[in-house]
């Protein structure tokens, strides 16, 4: 299947900080790309949907200021945690849509595990 | 909703048994996916099942679909500890998730 990886895997930070987490599709295009959190044992919640060449959409509650999406490039889409606070830990997972396949199958990074102290 | 909602929430069985899980929603979908993710890892795409299709295979995995009862069932045969994971359905090209099943296999 499809790769998808994420850089950092693992993030500790300072509360006050901005991190940046990439997500890159490294054997396929992907025009649309999607950013999820996920808290522990519970649910993967969709932030914002990242097209490449546009504004990300985000979904309701998401604060855009806040969780900032690029998305530059086809094999590209970062997301920057500005101002970064206790709260904001968590695990961060992007996905990349390959529409090559069948159904727009979304393939997922391993996630990103940020802790601000 | 359009998230999938699974069930058991945990599951626990013996290397070697099979097991199933289900999953239902409520709106009309076109497909369905199912994914398993192991402990604190990104989410792997398992099986795609197709609105108009009611059984699928992929090794040791069948997926099942009733559209008319909006739910879909995951059997994994002969199982493995190495199948221990969480699984979760998405229907549609879903962005929702449910709390998934918790699979633990024991050797």
């Known amino acids: 299947g499809a790769v998808v990886s994420q850089h950092p895997s693992r993030v500790i930070c300072k509360s006050g900080t901005s991190v940046k987490i ?3 599709s490294l054997d396929f295009q992907a025009t649309t790309m999607f950013w999820y ?3 522990p044992k519970k649910s993967l919640m969709l932030m914002a949907t990242s097209n490449e060449g546009s ?3 985000y979904e309701q509650g998401v604060e855009k200021d806040k969780f900032l999406i690029n998305h530059a490039s086809l094999t590209l889409s970062t997301l920057t945690v500005t ?3 206790p709260e904001d830990s968590s695990f961060y997972i992007c996905s990349a849509q390959d529409k090559r396949g069948e159904g727009d199958t979304q393939y997922f ?3 990103t595990r940020l ?3 | 909703s359009q998230q999938g909602e699974e069930d058991p929430q945990a599951l626990s069985i013996q290397e070697g048994e099979n097991a199933t899980m289900n999953c239902s929603y409520k709106t009309s979908i076109n497909n369905l996916q199912w994914y398993r993710q192991n402990s604190g890892r990104g989410l792997v795409h398992l ?3 197709r609105s108009n299709e009611r059984e699928k295979h992929s090794g040791r995995l069948r997926v099942t679909l009733d559209t008319s009862k909006k739910s879909s069932s995951l059997l994994i045969t002969a199982s493995r500890a190495a199948d221990t994971a ?3 359905c998405a229907p549609r090209n879903q962005f929702y998730f449910g709390t998934g099943t918790s699979l633990t296999v024991i050797p």
Do not use: N, W
Request: proline share 4%; aromatic share 12%.
């Open chain 1, 22 to 24: 990439e997500c890159r």
């Open chain 2, 86 to 88: 969480s699984y979760f």
């Open chain 1, 55 to 57: 504004k990300a959409t």
């Open chain 1, 115 to 117: 802790t601000v102290l």
């Open chain 1, 109 to 111: 990074g391993p996630g």
């Open chain 1, 83 to 85: 101002s970064a606070h």
């Open chain 1, 37 to 39: 959190r996920q808290f």
């Open chain 2, 47 to 49: 099986i795609l099942i």
